[in-house]
């Protein structure tokens, strides 16, 4: 099957601080890139989709100015968590899928913020 | 009521049985159904992909889609401890940016 990564996989950072999770398409080229969020026992939350070149298309309630999303290649997108606090602590998965194919996800990245 | 339901189990078998998971929704335009299984900390992994009705079989998986019943399922064969996971579905409609709709997962533990 067609391969996603991630990195980092885990980081750590003070409050305040900004970070940048980046997805790769390994293997094939994503259209559409989805980027979730995920906190312990429960399922996927979708917090927004792009595509390459455009911008990103937000869910409800997902703050546009603090979650940061870059679709600028067909192989790589890019979330920034900016000015993070201990309530964005959580697991980020990414997942791409290229054209009406499904979608492939991510190893996931798990953030801490101190 | 959710557009998907999936009961969250835990369903526990023993080594070797046969392993039936379940999926209803609500939405009739949905045309891509997907079956992933998530281990602890992981990211999901894809493990069936269906268009539409019908079934499909691959290895030890096969998934059917009832599209009349709005109901989908995967069943396991000999299943393994190593298949202990969370079992999600998906599902979406046409559209090349069309989002997942997830199921809230099964979680399976397959004991010795």
């Known amino acids: 099957g067609a391969v996603v990564s991630q990195h980092p996989s885990r980081v750590i950072c003070k409050s305040g601080t900004s970070v940048k999770i980046e997805c790769r398409s390994l293997d094939f080229q994503a259209t559409t890139m989805f980027w979730y969020r995920q906190f312990p026992k429960q399922s996927l939350m979708l917090m927004a989709t792009?595509?390459?070149?455009?911008?990103?298309?937000?869910e409800q309630g997902v703050e546009k100015d603090k979650f940061l999303i870059n679709h600028a290649s067909l192989t790589l997108s890019t979330l920034t968590v900016t000015s993070a606090h201990p309530e964005d602590s959580s697991f980020y998965i990414c997942?791409?899928?290229?054209?009406?194919?499904?979608?492939?996800f991510g190893p996931g990245t798990r953030l801490l913020v101190l | 009521q959710k557009e998907v339901e999936q009961d969250p189990g835990p369903l526990s078998v023993p080594e070797g049985a046969i392993v039936s998971l379940n999926c209803t929704y609500s939405?009739?335009?949905?045309?891509?159904f997907m079956w992933y299984r998530q281990y602890s900390r992981k990211g999901p992994e894809l493990l069936m992909y269906t268009y539409s009705s019908g079934n499909k079989e691959d290895g030890r998986f096969t998934a059917q889609v009832d599209k009349s019943s709005k109901y989908i399922s995967l069943f396991i064969r000999d299943s393994q401890p190593s298949d202990s996971a969370t079992y999600l579905c998906?599902?979406?409609?046409?559209?090349?940016?069309?989002?997942?709709?997830f199921g809230t997962g099964t979680r399976l533990q397959v004991t010795l």
């Open positions: 997942s791409a899928q290229e054209g009406e194919k499904t979608q492939y």
């Open positions: 939405n009739s335009a949905f045309q891509y």
């Open positions: 792009s595509n390459e070149g455009s911008k990103a298309t937000y």
């Open positions: 998906a599902m979406r409609i046409t559209g090349t940016a069309s989002k997942l709709t």
